[in-house]
């Protein structure tokens, strides 16, 4: 379980950077190095509750991840956007593709036994 939390935690991190430069983008990168912060450390800790949350099972098929990922990355992301002052929905969105993302490759690529 430890492989999956660390590397959910390094995906949350690499599609934080994504996260920077998309919202960077869309809404500047001066003045913005708090808020820019945040979303990328939002991203970290969906990472982590993604990596801890493998007992979670909403369907016992191979759309577990998908779901799993989507409400957890929906959850996490919904928090950030909320405290954010509903600034980025298209950042909102994107967390919950990213929590799919994460689930999927963790899932794949670390097994628990």
């Given at each position: 379980?430890?492989?999956?939390?660390?590397?959910?935690?390094?995906?949350?991190?690499?599609?934080?950077?994504?996260c920077?430069?998309?919202?960077?983008?869309?809404?500047?990168?001066?003045?913005?190095?708090?808020?820019?912060?945040?979303?990328?450390?939002?991203?970290?800790?969906?990472?982590?509750?993604?990596?801890?949350?493998?007992?979670?099972?909403?369907?016992?098929?191979k759309?577990?991840?998908v779901?799993?990922?989507?409400?957890?990355?929906?959850?996490?992301?919904?928090s950030w956007y909320?405290a954010?002052?509903?600034?980025?929905?298209l950042?909102?969105?994107?967390?919950i593709?990213?929590?799919?993302?994460?689930?999927?490759?963790?899932?794949?690529?670390a097994?628990?036994?």
């Amino acid at each position: 379980m430890q492989k999956r939390i660390w590397l959910s935690i390094l995906l949350g991190a690499v599609l934080g950077i994504a996260c920077i430069i998309g919202i960077g983008f869309r809404l500047g990168f001066d003045g913005n190095m708090l808020f820019l912060f945040s979303a990328w450390y939002n991203r970290v800790i969906m990472g982590l509750i993604i990596g801890l949350a493998t007992p979670l099972v909403f369907t016992k098929n191979k759309f577990n991840p998908v779901i799993r990922g989507a409400v957890i990355g929906t959850l996490v992301s919904y928090s950030w956007y909320v405290a954010s002052g509903n600034r980025d929905s298209l950042g909102f969105f994107a967390g919950i593709g990213y929590g799919i993302i994460i689930d999927l490759i963790a899932t794949k690529y670390a097994k628990v036994k």
